[in-house]
């Protein structure tokens, strides 16, 4: 009997030590795979309604030699679409060495997580600024959509030269050195070659590495885009209405040319109404719409018409309902400049 005590207190023992095991291994296998636990010296989060979108730098000071990791994480709620940013040359004082997709997965609550890792080098000493960034999130079978934006964020870059530049001291050139008689010319053409390897090897990383990834985009995007950089230029607090206004007309016919294949830009109204008689695949709502948009834009820029902030707001939100009602999931893509 008391042997058979022993069995059980060795059994009990045996299956104690195989569950820790087991804990242990499924701490290191969570460690290993959550990439977005790493360590961020900037980190925030913005927050509407069912979305979280998080915004990481792994450092907010580096030298010019040194590289950035930028996360963006977006968590949302059941039954809610949200789509990752793509912001093209919205980085463009950042080189973009490389980015990964991570794959989507459940949160504590049971959000759906998407992540994406960018590699960022800079160019030059100072301040970059990583812009605000906007992502558009809609419930699973509605078609109104709504945003979520995080802010400016600053990452400083330093020289790797001192401080005080009148202390670097460029010196003479030595002067000539005798060789002695019996110079080993074998090692030399030996070490020679070497360095000429290296120096093309590293020629060749080097021009890989300086290689700038910039995600395609879609005529919408690009134009929403622009819409954003208008709006940070702040013209209408300013009082600039005419040239918000100018700005906002060469951003729809803009986006015209890439969606619709319309020369819009290099035309006048005119002759760009009588094309979009036939080449202009919408409805004659938003034909409407377009023509009494530029005509009004016409009157700002040549007649010297003063627009109100009302006639500015009225005009931007116009040329946004237009991209918004015109885009299309499926459609022909070019790189972002």
């Known amino acids: 009997m008391i042997e058979t005590k022993w069995k059980n207190i060795r059994a009990a023992g045996y299956m104690v030590c195989a569950l820790a095991i087991l804990a242990i291994c499924s701490c290191n296998s969570k460690q290993s795979t959550d990439v977005t636990d790493a360590k961020y010296e900037i980190d925030r989060n913005f927050k509407r309604g069912p979305v979280d979108f998080r915004v990481a730098v792994s450092k907010k000071e580096i030298t010019i030699a040194e590289n950035i990791t930028l996360l963006l994480q977006i968590k949302a709620r059941d039954k809610y679409v949200a789509k990752l940013p793509s912001f093209g040359d919205k980085l463009e004082q950042f080189g973009i060495v490389d980015y990964k997709t991570l794959e989507p997965k459940l949160g504590d609550r049971d959000e759906v997580i998407t992540s994406r890792e960018y590699k960022l080098e800079p160019f030059l000493s100072g301040e970059y600024k990583i812009p605000p960034m906007v992502v558009e999130f809609h419930s699973e079978g509605d078609t109104l959509k709504h945003f979520v934006e995080s802010d400016t964020i600053t990452v400083k870059v330093n020289s790797l030269l001192p401080g005080d530049k009148s202390a670097l001291e460029i010196k003479d050139i030595a002067g000539p050195q005798n ?40 005529a919408h995007e690009i134009a929403l885009l622009k819409l954003q950089s208008l709006l940070d230029k702040k013209l209408a607090e300013q009082e600039k209405y005419k040239e ?22 290099e035309r006048t109204t005119e002759e760009f109404l009588m094309e979009a008689g036939s080449g202009l695949e919408v409805d004659d709502e938003k034909k409407e719409m377009i023509e009494q948009f530029l005509i009004h834009c016409d009157m700002v820029k040549f007649a010297h018409l003063q627009p109100t902030d009302k006639d500015v707001q009225r005009t931007f939100d116009s040329c946004r309902d237009f991209i918004n009602a015109t885009k299309i999931k499926k459609e022909v893509k070019r790189k972002a400049a």
């Open 179 to 218: 060789l002695p008689r019996k110079f080993p010319w074998v090692l030399v053409i030996i070490g020679v070659v070497l360095v000429a390897g290296i120096l093309v090897l590293v020629f060749f990383r080097l021009r890989k590495k300086k290689m700038r990834v910039i995600p395609e985009l879609a």
């Open 244 to 265: 918000f206004t100018i700005e906002v007309s060469d951003i729809l016919r803009g986006y015209i040319e890439d969606r619709f294949g319309l020369r819009a830009p």
